[in-house]
């Protein structure tokens, strides 16, 4: 085990004084093993050294959640699609819409931000189905929205951000709930 330590670390040491030394290098020259075998501090990327990521603005979900529904419930294409087919549909319906033009293209991460939208209105439904079972009588809308917000919060330690997807959403079959919808 001693021998492999130490080959293990004059690799690392090899490798290190292979790598220019500035105050900015490229990510890609990086070298940062898993395990610190040899005991060698390498440099973590910071936050410069990372790709810059793009939040998703209101306006953009709601134009990728159209995009979605729109692509989804199409009765001339139907179901009979691939997947990759598909999410191309919707990333050129998102990119055609004139609410995001002027703002960046979003090529791969509809998909992404799709699941993210999805998941976390899933969960609310579950959150806002409990708030409307524990309704007592003259309770407004307000109010069991704010109870299924705390509902979340307890549950999952997050507060929802997501009401925008979830008011979109939630008259839609998939997302209205064992409750249905009293609006």
Same mark, same amino acid.
């Given at each position: 085990?001693? /021998?492999?330590?130490?080959?293990?670390?004059?690799?690392?040491?090899?490798?290190?004084?292979?790598?220019?030394?500035?105050?900015? +290098?490229?990510? /890609?020259? &990086?070298?940062?093993?898993?395990?610190?075998?040899?005991?060698?501090?390498?440099?973590?990327?910071? !936050?410069?050294?990372?790709?810059?990521?793009?939040?998703?603005?209101?306006?953009?979900?709601?134009?990728?959640? &159209?995009?979605?529904?729109?692509?989804?419930?199409?009765?001339?294409?139907?179901?009979?699609?691939?997947? !990759?087919? /598909?999410?191309?549909?919707?990333?050129?319906?998102?990119?055609? &819409?004139?609410?995001?033009? !002027?703002? +960046?293209?979003?090529?791969?991460?509809?998909?992404?931000?799709?699941?993210?939208?999805?998941?976390?209105?899933?969960?609310?439904? !579950?959150?806002?189905?409990?708030?409307?079972?524990?309704?007592?009588?003259?309770?407004?809308?307000?109010?069991?929205?704010?109870?299924?917000?705390?509902? /979340?919060?307890?549950?999952?330690?997050?507060?929802? &951000?997501?009401?925008?997807?979830?008011?979109?959403?939630?008259?839609?079959?998939?997302?209205?709930?064992?409750?249905?919808?009293?609006?």
């Amino acid at each position: 085990m001693d /021998f492999q330590q130490s080959q293990s670390s004059s690799f690392l040491h090899l490798l290190n004084s292979q790598v220019p030394h500035n105050d900015n +290098p490229p990510q /890609f020259l &990086s070298f940062s093993p898993t395990p610190d075998v040899g005991g060698s501090a390498s440099r973590a990327p910071t !936050g410069e050294d990372r790709k810059q990521r793009c939040k998703w603005s209101i306006a953009e979900d709601l134009v990728l959640i &159209s995009a979605w529904l729109n692509t989804s419930k199409d009765p001339v294409v139907g179901s009979e699609q691939r997947a !990759g087919t /598909f999410w191309k549909r919707i990333q050129a319906y998102y990119n055609a &819409s004139p609410k995001v033009v !002027g703002l +960046p293209k979003r090529e791969k991460n509809c998909k992404q931000r799709w699941g993210k939208i999805n998941e976390g209105v899933c969960k609310f439904v !579950g959150s806002y189905d409990a708030a409307t079972k524990q309704r007592p009588s003259g309770q407004s809308e307000d109010d069991v929205l704010k109870a299924a917000h705390e509902i /979340f919060l307890n549950d999952y330690k997050a507060n929802f &951000s997501l009401e925008h997807a979830w008011r979109e959403l939630r008259n839609d079959q998939k997302w209205c709930g064992t409750y249905g919808n009293s609006q």
